[in-house]
């Protein structure tokens, strides 16, 4: 679930793949392999997304599909 929602969440944007690799620090091709599953996403980047979307870890994991961030206790 994880890799769709990430081309979701860019597309929806109007971003390219090149954009947020800039952002993440890393090559278009290592992102492009992070949306498509063929590379392990590292913890460090997985929360830069959820950040950058404002969103949470565990939407963007499958493991909810309520898009909105936690809040802060």
């Known amino acids: 679930?994880?890799?769709p929602r990430l081309r979701d969440l860019r597309e929806?944007?109007?971003?390219r793949q090149q954009e947020i690799a800039?952002?993440?620090?890393?090559?278009?091709?290592v992102y492009s392999r992070y949306e498509r599953?063929?590379?392990v996403i590292p913890v460090i980047h997985l929360l830069k997304l959820a950040d950058?979307?404002?969103?949470?870890t565990d939407y963007?994991?499958?493991r909810t599909n309520d898009p909105r961030p936690?809040?802060?206790k």
Request: hydrophobic share 35%; aromatic share 20%; charged share 15%.
């Open 22 to 29: 800039d952002y993440l620090g890393i090559s278009q091709t």
């Open 70 to 72: 936690y809040k802060n």
């Open 60 to 62: 963007l994991l499958g």
């Open 1 to 3: 679930m994880l890799f």
């Open 12 to 15: 929806d944007q109007d971003l």
């Open 52 to 56: 950058f979307y404002h969103t949470s």
């Open 37 to 39: 599953g063929f590379q």
